[in-house]
């Protein structure tokens, strides 16, 4: 059983990895869909506009470095088994978030907004396997103790 673990949660992990190399090789497509969908609150604004002057990006570029080194390290966090839980709640949040933001089905007609519906369960389903990861933790258990509390 521990094997198996180990190999679906480095299948697992190979999702964000994937996802977070592709941001990062290609920052300025992530950075121009990012800036469609988010907008910067007022309250923030004024430190988002000293962040982009330090570092001379706007803060979607910024966004998008982060989003891609988020998915990128907590990847190989949780394949390494490091760390997993912490990683596994940061990733919850951020797939949470994500789906808020980019997949709002509920604003379109029912026949199109299949592909957005589908691809926000997918994130739901997503986020319930890193629920497992938190759940199950980093010490492998037995099967019994596993499943003994259910």
């Given at each position: 059983m521990p094997a198996f673990v180990t190999f679906g949660r480095i299948l697992f992990a190979v999702l964000f990895i994937y996802s977070g190399a592709t941001?990062?090789?290609a920052i300025q497509a992530t950075a121009d869909f990012i800036a469609t969908k988010v907008v910067v609150p007022d309250m923030v604004a004024p430190y988002a506009k000293?962040?982009?002057t330090a570092t001379a990006m706007s803060t979607p570029q910024l966004l998008a470095i982060a989003v891609g080194a988020l998915e990128v390290i907590a990847g190989l966090m949780i394949a390494l088994n490091f760390g997993a839980r912490f990683f596994a709640m940061l990733l919850?949040?951020?797939v949470a978030v994500a789906t808020v933001l980019f997949y709002d089905?509920?604003?379109m007609a029912?026949?199109?907004n299949a592909k957005m519906l589908v691809d926000a369960l997918k994130n739901?389903?997503?986020i319930g396997a890193l629920c497992m990861i938190i759940g199950?933790?980093?010490t492998t258990r037995p099967a019994e103790a596993a499943y003994g509390d259910v």
């Open positions: 941001k990062l090789i000293q962040l982009e919850i949040i951020y089905f509920w604003n029912a026949p199109d739901l389903s997503i199950y933790g980093r």
